[in-house]
């Protein structure tokens, strides 16, 4: 019997050598005191935005491109997303997937997430299956993006200075636009 994780492997192998995906690079993964994650490697991609890498989560399916200047990452061990920072600390962007397990709808997900933001909501909109909701608290901007579909909810949050808020603007844009959920990029889906 092929475990779960070799079969992404050689899924994402294949992938590659048909040239779906470009080439491979192996990212260090630091160790996460909160998971006890004790550290190794993420695979992670080209991406047609230059000086991004992109990241395709091998249990849940979804790709997300990001800035190569995010050069720490935090890898859950149960393989739902990643987490992915500037070496000083100072932005971060964590990337998830999941069960839909409480049938809840986007519009659920999107009060859920505008009453839990603790801070000033610049920007809130929700759409068929999607929502984007953008706060500031204690000088610190957080833009999510989230999709929501009758088995799985994926997204991002982007976390950044407000005093960077001029560099980061294109950031978020790109990061928003390269953000793929995972039933909608053909990739299998594990979780």
């Known amino acids: 019997m092929i ?9 994402l192998v294949v992938m590659m050598l048909s040239g779906m995906l470009s080439t491979s690079y192996a990212a260090t993964v630091l160790p ?10 993420v695979t992670l991609y080209d991406s047609t935005i230059p000086g991004y890498y992109k990241f395709i989560d091998v249990r849940y399916g979804f790709s997300i491109d990001f800035p190569r200047s995010f050069n720490r990452a935090s890898m859950p061990t149960n ?10 600390g100072t932005a971060a962007l964590s990337a998830w997937g999941g069960h839909n397990a409480l049938d809840q ?8 997430v505008i009453k839990s933001a603790g801070g000033d909501i610049a920007y809130a909109v929700q759409e068929d299956d999607w929502y984007v909701v953008s706060w500031k608290t204690g ?3 957080t833009y999510e993006k989230g999709f929501v579909s009758a088995k799985y909810r994926n997204g991002f949050r982007l976390s950044y200075p407000e ?8 950031i978020v844009e790109n990061v928003n636009r390269s953000f793929v959920p995972g039933w909608k990029t053909g990739y299998k889906i594990w979780g």
């Open 139 to 141: 000088g610190v901007i």
């Open 79 to 88: 393989g739902d997303g990643g987490t992915f920072s500037l070496s000083d």
């Open 32 to 41: 996460d005191n909160n998971t006890k994650n004790e550290g190794g490697t």
């Open 163 to 170: 005093s960077r808020k001029s560099e980061f603007n294109s």
């Open 105 to 112: 709808t986007v519009e659920d997900v999107y009060q859920q």
């Open 3 to 11: 475990s779960k994780r070799c079969m992404n492997r050689f899924i």
